[in-house]
Structure formats: structure tokens, C-alpha cells
């Protein structure tokens, strides 16, 4: 999967640019680099790429990048590379969404393994965004009273229980239920309920 | 006849009065240097009794005395003088000395009264007790120890301040010279100043606070700054100076005092703490760079399909980094050229002073321990071409580091020396008599990162290498000790243009 993965690369530093895209491209890996966070943000971000950036910069340094690339939601895992005594800001960038920090000088073996567990990450959350995305469009076929009763199932309401609670019969929650799985493409209750909590999960990462 | 008008011409142009009296006191002779004294016309006295030109007791007194000497011959003030109080005409009184002689005129028992205004003599005195008691007071109370010494140093004062500080009671000091309150070489050179000064007029302290170094009754040594002034007695000139010992300033004088040699230690940390990080910053770059391009040849030489071209890109590899290893080199020569071209301000200094100077400012807080001092400078040294300041940081780091080192030993004794050194050159020498340094630091001794302190950084030898490497000067570790520690530097003599900057 990482082969021919784009990594791409930002620092104001030619060699170290030119260096990475040695190590990287020796690896197996597709390199982009830019001199600076802003050449980088002006075109689009491939997909299934990760970023590998310096953090002390001109301009707008890596904890900035860091933090644009957050607020204008690009689908892109974060490594930083820090030098002496920068490890207080790579700690920000991390709370700020990076995924690791490198300190530089570093042994080849643990920037290609940041880089590999950075796309494999990336990886998981598109992954886990594609389903919640599929999720949520199997629970847009819902009618609004058909999701009221979702709603009591993922809650752990029993039949009764969720009629109750709705006020309506439990005959009616059966034929709702059995809709729902229908709908949603569910073999079984735990299907369902795995769905509904990964649209959730989704709505919650977007927020 | 004619040693009568010869009489009546001293009587009346006498500067001091005359009063001549009869044996039961009646007055027969009334000069014109009396009727100023008393404030009496002649005629008014003459003829009256004497008494009249006294206060009480006197007043009273007088017929007696006259009685008991007729009927005794028992002189009490005949022939001998006194202090006594006269009696003006206004009633006010004054001080005279009365000299009295016995006579016969004319066959008849005469006294002759001679008398000396003390009136200016007395208030001249009066003022100068006040004085002195004031001064007294002062004394007492100022906290800066006092001691007065005459021309040729024997103390003549010793406050109690100065008690405190030397260890020594009045009773032990006054009346001895003052240099036993002082280490070598002060102690055998300040009869010499004396002598100079008294010969030349040239002033070296008088007159200019300077740092000393002082020595206790116990033997021990403190930093003081020393403030001379002198007293000219009109006769005899008498040297005051004011005491003030350094390690024992109080208040926000010691504070300030300890503060700026904290800061001056602290902003040369921080300095270095910030040209640290620069360097790291600088130097991480290519380094990442390097092993970069090394590990990224390796990966390409060991992959599996690898052929010419990857050889060839391999090659590149490494071209690319030992290019990076020639730029790291530059930062560093960029670097020192950094640290050697920093504007220092460099003048010809007196290098005894300065030596003496450090070296009361690194005792700052090390009195208590107990360093004996040696000093050993020569004073015909010409002035030494120097950043004081940066030399006097090189002194103050190894006098301290002697001074923590011989904490682990008893003996304790520090020794500086200036002299002349290789030609164009003054030597100082710092020895001690600590434990010595162990063989595996002494042979890397000036490198960056070797210590023998538990908190050290290893880098004080470092920068006090490079300061006087900077001042074209150079510094060893004296070998064939047979104990202790020592460091030799030299430095340029201000006449010295080889090493000119």
C-alpha cells in the first residue's frame, strides 16, 4: 500500500529538501517538496500523501502550517521536524493535530517509520471516513420516525422498552426494526448498531 | 630717675596687664593693658582693693590668702603663676594666667601681678574639644571601620567598626604600624609608599577609593575598599582611611554588589546559551542533510535491482553529503571569526591593579573560607595592553576554581604573582594548593566538557583560553607541581605592536 505513496516535503533548507527526497525516494516513495508553507498550501493536496515538515521556517513556520491545514480541513497526516531545542512548539503542533515529530538529525529508520505509520494512519481515517460517509447515506433513507427508533435500538432500548418510550406498540417497533435493517443493508441488530455509531463518529470528527 | 621713666614706659605699653598691690591687696599700679582687660579706668581702681577684679570664690578668698601668706610664708601662687578667672567692670568673667612676684618698694612689701588673656586660647580649645568629641561621635557610630595613622603609618586611631573587622582591640593596634593589618605584599611595600609620598606629594590611594585586599588577626584575608584622605595638622600631616569590607556589605549595596557578578556570570551563560542554539540550529541543518544523503545511498546500493544508474546515483549521494560536511565546517569557521572579531575595547591597564581588583571581587563570598593569600606583583611592570574586563573574568574563574578546590584540603593558601615574561610579555600566575588535577583532565584541560566539578560545564578554561588566545596571549598549566594547581598566562605589554589588534 505505502509504495509509490506521495510524501511530501516542506523546509526552507535545500539540502535537507534535496536529502529527504533521497532517503524517501531510496524507500520507495513519491516526493513532492516545497520551500515554504505557502507553496505548499497553494496547490492541492494528492490523495493518500502525507506531509513531512520543518518546523522552524520563515513566514509561516510548521505549528502554523499545522494549524491552516486543521482549520481548512485538508485530508493530510503531519510529521514534523524539529531541531535543538524546538520540542515545546512540536508539542503544540501536536495538540494543534500532528501526528509526530522528528528531531533532526535523525536516523533514517525512524523518519521512514513516522512516514509509514503517518500514511498508514491517514489511511485508517480515510477508511473510517468512507464508512461513516456510506453509513450516514444509508441512514439518509430513513423516514425521521424510522431514525426515533434507531435511536432507541443504538441506545440499548429493548422493544417494549422503545414503544414505550415513543408511544407507540411494540408490533409497530417490530415492522420499523425490520425496515431499518432493510434499509440500512443490516444482517443483524449489530449491524445496525455498528453503522449508526460509525455515522456518529464521523459527525463528530467533522465538528 | 631715669629707670623710673623707663619703668612707667613698660608698665603702660605691656601687652599683657600689670597690676602691682600692696600687702593687704590695695591696688598701687594700674597698667593701660589692664583698663582694656577689665573694662576699669585706671583711677577707678587704684587705690581700692584687688578683690574687686575677681569673681567669687576669689573675691571672698583674696584678704585671706594674703593673710596666711604674711603669717605663714606659704606661697601659693607667688612665683609659680596659675589659671585664675577674672572679673570684668560689665560683671562677665574671663580666663588669664596670673603670674605673681614679691617686691619692696620703698621699703614696703609690693606683689606684682602679671596677666595674660586666655580668652582666645580657651575658646580655641573649647572649639577643638567640641570637635573632637563630635567627631567621636561620628566615629562611633559610622559603620565603615576608621583608623588614623600618622606619616610614617603608626595608627593613631582605631574605630570600633575597625575593631569588628580586624579582629584586633584598640589597645592591640594603636601606637603600632598600620601594615600588619595587611597581607604581603602591602605589608613590606607601604612604608615605601609612605616615604614616597612624603618625599614626591605623588598620591597612589589618597584621595581615590580602591579595592585591597585586608588581613584579620586570625590570619585570614577579606576584600575592602579602601578610601584614604588626609589631615593636614599644620605641623604634621595624619592619613584617615575608611574600611569597608566587601563580603560583608550590607544591605542593597551587597545585594547590587552580588548582583551585577551574578549577572555578569549569567548574561555570559546566556550569551552561550544563545549561541548554542543558534549553532545547534545551524549545524542540525546539514547534519540532517548528511545523513540523509549517506543512508539514502546505502538504501539505494542494497536494493534489489541495483544497477549502473543506481550506483551512479549512490555516487552522487555521497558527493552531495561530504558537500554538506565542508558547510557545517563553514559555520563553525564563520563562527569563531564571530567570537574572535567581537569588539572588545582594549586599553594599556595597570596590570597589578587589575589583578588586585579580580581578585577582591572573586573573594566575594569565599571570606569564610579560610584562603590564606599570597600576592607576589611586581609593580615595575609596564601597563599591560588588555580588555579589563575580559581579563579580569579569566582571573576571577581561576581564583575560584582554586578556591573550591582547596575546600578538600586544609592548607589553603592562594598565591597570585605578575612579572615579566618572555620579552614584550607580563606573566601572571595563579597557583594553589588544592588537591591538583587528575592526569586524564589535566591532558584535555583547556577542551570544552571536561570538569572536575560535580555542577561544572567544562567550559570556563575554554572561554578563559580564548580570551587571552584573543588578547594574542596564551595560558598553561604550570607543570613539575609538587602539589596543588597552577596556571600561567601571559599578556602583551601596551608597547608591544606584534600583537596589536
Known sequence: ?207 | MESDTLARALIATAVDGIIVIDAKGVVQVYNAACERLFGYALDEVVGRNVKMLMPEPYYSGHDGYLENYHLTGEKQIIGIGREVVGRRKDGTTFPMYLSVGEGQNLDRQIFVGIIHDLTDRKRAEDAIREREARLRSILETVPDAMITIDERGTVESFSLAASRLFGYGPAEIVGRNVKMLMPAPYREMHDAYLEHYRRTGERRVIGKGRIVVGLRSDGSTFPMELSVGEVDGGTRRLFTGFVRDITERQGAEQRLQELQAELLHVSRLSAMGQMTAAIAHELNQPLTAITNYVKAARRTLESRDTDAHAVQRAGEMIDKAALQTLRAGGIIRHLRDFVEKRESTRSPENLSKVVEEALALAFVGAADKNVKLKLNLDSTLPPVLIDKIQIQQVLINLIRNSIEAMLAVQTRELLLATGHGDPGFANVTVRDTGPGLPEHIASRLFQPFQTTKDKGMGIGLTICQSIVDAHGGRIWLLQDMPSGTGFRFRLPLSGNLDVAA
Not at chain 1, 513519491?30 to 505548499?40: E, H, I, K, M, N
Not at chain 1, 425490520?178 to 464521523?202: E, G, P, Q, T
Open chain 1, 1 to 207: 500500500m505505502t509504495d509509490k505513496a506521495i510524501v511530501i516535503v516542506v523546509d526552507d533548507d535545500s539540502a535537507v529538501r534535496d536529502s529527504m527526497r533521497s532517503l524517501l525516494e531510496s524507500a520507495g516513495y513519491t516526493v513532492r517538496d516545497y520551500p515554504s508553507a505557502a507553496a505548499f498550501l497553494k496547490d492541492p493536496v494528492p490523495p493518500g500523501s502525507c506531509l513531512v515538515t520543518d518546523i522552524r521556517m520563515p513566514e509561516m513556520d510548521g505549528l502554523e502550517l499545522q494549524e491552516e491545514i486543521k482549520k481548512r480541513g485538508l485530508d493530510i497526516p503531519v510529521v514534523i521536524m524539529t531541531g535543538h531545542g524546538d520540542v515545546p512548539l512540536a508539542v503544540r503542533a501536536m495538540k494543534a493535530g500532528a501526528l509526530d515529530f522528528v528531531e533532526k538529525p535523525f536516523d533514517d529508520q525512524a523518519m521512514l517509520a513516522s512516514v509509514e505509520r503517518a500514511l498508514l494512519i491517514g489511511h485508517q481515517e480515510r477508511a473510517r471516513l468512507a464508512e461513516a460517509k456510506a453509513a450516514q447515506e444509508l441512514i439518509a433513507r430513513l423516514t425521521p420516525r424510522e431514525r426515533n427508533v434507531l435511536e432507541k435500538l443504538v441506545a440499548g432500548r429493548s422493544n417494549k422498552v422503545a414503544a414505550y418510550e415513543l408511544g407507540i406498540s411494540p408490533r409497530t417497533i417490530e415492522i420499523h426494526r425490520a425496515n431499518i435493517m432493510d434499509k440500512m443493508r443490516a444482517r443483524s441488530l449489530s449491524d445496525v448498531v455498528r453503522i449508526a455509531l460509525a455515522a456518529d463518529h464521523s459527525r463528530a470528527g467533522h465538528a
